[in-house]
């Protein structure tokens, strides 16, 4: 029986990988740009870390993770996101010690049991940022600013809405949680079976329900905004302005409140109304108290992961035809004499940056030429017995059809 990738899992082949390819240089730019360091970290970590900072009662944690035993007995956890693993590594290798502020960035997959659909894998991709050691406004709005320029240098800017909104501090959603709780209890018989759960372990999450009659029940319910401190209402007024001042459109949604627990004051997502279900395609937000929650000082921290499958079909979308790189030249060979030049030529070439295509097969000139044509190749270097005596090989302008004699020492000066 032929084997299959795993359920939920998915290859990524040419032409589609110069999509990819595109996105992260575009990505790694911008990071750049604005001082961030590339970091890797392990996709496997003790599932304690995720338990701890993502949240036990969340979607990923009950349900979603890779977990399994490693053969010493510990438990651990295929990485459900990227943000945990960043903080675990910033941590332990004492990266506060060494400057107040890190910036760091991250590419590689993620893995999350859900039940795949158009958007939704179980082993999918993000891009993700993450800035360390600034409680200022200003650092939520530089992450986000960041995060739609690079949509827009994407050119997708028309496909993304921006959300935010902010859930203040842990003790604040406290008190928020307990409200909720009290609005919706008198309505617990109408809710869906997933939120009936969720009212005793995470009603945050009603909010985000997709049934159209929690969707009613919840119409009403207070907001979370109204349940954070005055300073956490200084900080987000401050955003908003600043974002304003950028010229940066955004909506606030009050209802916006992220599916994992670490999360403190604002909190953003990058929405499309063009992939269906699937309407987030980054998202991300600031978490003060995490780095503290597994085990380091007080450091504060915001930032976004992308989702790279939802990005990349939004830019099928809007880029139907996409380019493929293609060699520069195709070296074709002609009788057997022939084939250790063309084959010495082929490196040199290479040697010399030039991107080039080579058949080892002996083949008639007229399949070569076919095989050429494929490649995409401008331009093919034809190496025959004859020409080669005088030093010489032929270069076929493959569009014009055209051949012209070159010495065979001139030919990279030429190309
Ligand atoms: P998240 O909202 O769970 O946040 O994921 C970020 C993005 O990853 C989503 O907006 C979506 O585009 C993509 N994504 C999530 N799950 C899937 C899936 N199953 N299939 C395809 N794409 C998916 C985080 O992961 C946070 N770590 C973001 C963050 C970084 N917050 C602060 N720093």
Redesign the pocket.
Known sequence: MQIRSVKGFHDILSPEISRWHYIEKICREVFELYGYKEIRTPHLEYTELFTRSIGTTTD?VEKEMYTFQDRDGSSVTLRP???AGVVRSFIEHHLYTKSPTHKLYYMGS?Y?H?RPQK????G?H?I???YLGSYAPGADVETIYMLWNIFKLLELGDYIKIEINSIGTSESRKKYKKALKAFLQPNTKDLCPNCKRKLETNPLRILDCKNENCKKITEKAPLIIDFITEESKKHFEEVKNLLSTLEITYTVNYKLV???DY?TETVF??TTDKLGA?N??????R?NELVEMIGGPKVPA?????????TVLLHKLKFKEWKESHPKVFVAWLGNKTYTTAFMLTQTLRKKGIPVEFGHESKSLKSQLKKANKSKAPFTLIVGEEELEKGIVKLRDMEKGIETNVQIDKITELL
């Not at 987030?280 to 937000?285: F, I, L, M, T, W």
């Open positions: 990923i996101e990227g943000t993620m999350r859900e958007g939704r894998y179980r999918f993000q993700g940022a993450e992220r599916g994992l999360y997502e990058f699937q987030a395609v980054a998202a991300g937000g978490y915001v930032g976004f992961a992308i989702g790279m499958e939802r």
